[in-house]
């Protein structure tokens, strides 16, 4: 994987983030995966919303994962359209994340799409799109020489 090559125009990037998702996106500006878990019954979820999924509580926080997961299910866009002409085929996942007991992202692989596979162990890598705008992408995780938290580009 280059270091040098976005994985997604930075284009991309350019989107508002309101109060609910800020925490995510704050958290990703330092290099941490964090996710919302409801403080009155412990369920992770994700996206961020305004009141937990699952009791309905709004005594949300903000909680720091691993950063690795398993690859629940994925897709390979090969159309070429719009910003992302340039960029196909890129590799849609989503990632069962580690202990969350079942909370899943939507992200990208950055691996060859060829190497996809579900259930495969994945990591997060930072993809620094813009000075303002940090998103999580994932790599498939090398069993022998697990590390998180490096770097796209
Ligand atoms: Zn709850």
Redesign the pocket.
């Known amino acids: 994987m280059p270091d040098t090559t976005p994985y997604l125009p930075a284009a991309l990037a350019e989107f508002d983030v309101d109060e609910i998702d800020a925490g995510f996106f704050d958290a990703c500006l330092e290099h941490r995966l964090s996710i919302q878990r409801?403080q009155?019954?412990s369920?992770f979820q994700h996206p961020p919303r305004e009141a937990?999924s699952?009791?309905r509580?709004f005594d949300l926080a903000w909680q720091q994962i691993p950063g690795t997961g398993t690859i629940y299910t994925y897709t390979i866009a090969h159309h070429p359209i719009g910003p992302v002409r340039d960029y196909v085929p890129y590799t849609v996942i989503a990632v069962d994340l580690d202990g969350t007991g079942g909370a899943r992202l939507v992200s990208n692989l950055v691996d060859p799409p060829e190497a996809v596979q579900i259930g495969a162990a994945v990591e997060v890598v930072w993809d620094e799109m813009t000075s303002e705008r940090t998103l999580p992408r994932f790599r498939l995780r090398d069993e022998s020489s697990a590390s998180s938290g490096s770097h796209v580009r």
């Open positions: 409801c009155t019954c369920t937990c699952t009791c509580s």
